[in-house]
């Protein structure tokens, strides 16, 4: 090897590492579970911390959903049917869990695309 190739093979490792700066620095904050209750906006969680966390309603009624390991699930809730607890996790870009008699939505918004763009259960 010469001289000149020890200076591409350089040049070409730093445009790599500028390029990887440059990609993770503009990366925005990921994504996020957007909770809505009665139709509002209620609270923005992220899908990077792991927690609990419960939704209490005036009239007594309550849902209570967990995000674990980037996945968002409603582990109970007061509704007598509980079609939103016995619903799967969610964690790709724009899938919910819907509580009906209690009003409440869960949506996961992301950055990333998702490489499906339906799915049917």
Do not use: Q, W
């Amino acid at each position: 090897m010469k001289k000149n190739d020890f200076y591409l093979i350089g040049g070409l490792i730093f445009l790599i590492a500028v390029m990887y700066f440059f990609i993770n620095l503009s990366k925005t904050e990921g994504s996020k579970l957007i909770i809505t209750v009665d139709g509002k906006e209620h609270k923005i969680l992220p899908l990077d911390k792991d927690t609990t966390y419960t939704i209490e309603h005036e009239d007594g009624n309550f849902n209570t959903l967990e995000i674990k390991d980037g996945h968002v699930g409603m582990v109970d809730a007061s509704c007598p049917d509980k079609i939103c607890v016995k619903h799967h996790t969610i964690h790709n870009n724009n899938e919910s869990i819907t509580c009906l008699p209690n009003n409440v939505v869960l949506r996961v918004l992301s950055d990333e695309e998702s490489d499906m763009d339906a799915i049917s259960r």
